[in-house]
Nanobody, 123 residues
Framework: QVQLVESGGGLVQAGGSLRLSCAAS????????MGWFRQGPGKEREFVAA????????QYEDSVKGRFTISRDNARKTVYLEMNSLKPEDTAVYYC????????????????WGQGTQVTVSS
C-alpha cells in the first residue's frame, strides 16, 4: 500500500533547529496534500502544518508561524518541516500525513500516516 516514513527527529537545545523529512512510497502523490501533526506527552494530537501538492498553498498552526516552514520536493516525493527557534513545548512525536485535499489533512482526516519521529527540546 502507501507508506510514509519520517526521519530527522532527535534531541536539541532550546533555540536550536531541526529539519524533519517525510518520504512517500508505494504510489504517486501527484494530487495529494500533505501535512505534519504532533502529539506531546499527555496531550492531544494537534495540527502543525500542511501543503498542497497542486496549489503550493501552505497552512500553519498559530504557535509555529514564523518559526516552522513546510516545503516539498515533488521529484523526490518528499515533504520537509524546517523547525527553528525550538521551544520545550515543541517536544512531541511528529507524524506525517497525506490526503486528497487540504481540508481533510488539516482536520486530521488524512488517508495515510507515518510511524512518527520523536523531537525532544531541552530547556
Amino acid at each position: 500500500q502507501v507508506q510514509l516514513v519520517e526521519s530527522g527527529g532527535g534531541l536539541v537545545q532550546a533555540g536550536g533547529s531541526l529539519r524533519l523529512s517525510c518520504a512517500a512510497s508505494g504510489r504517486t502523490f501527484s494530487r495529494y496534500a500533505m501535512g505534519w501533526f504532533r502529539q506531546g506527552p499527555g496531550k492531544e494530537r494537534e495540527f502543525v502544518a500542511a501543503i498542497s501538492w497542486n496549489g503550493g498553498i501552505t497552512q500553519y498552526e498559530d504557535s509555529v508561524k514564523g518559526r516552522f516552514t513546510i516545503s516539498r520536493d515533488n521529484a523526490r516525493k518528499t515533504v520537509y518541516l524546517e523547525m527553528n527557534s525550538l521551544k520545550p513545548e515543541d517536544t512531541a512525536v511528529y507524524y506525517c500525513a497525506a490526503g486528497p485535499r487540504d481540508s481533510s489533512v488539516v482536520s486530521g482526516r488524512a488517508d495515510y500516516w507515518g510511524q512518527g519521529t520523536q523531537v525532544t527540546v531541552s530547556s
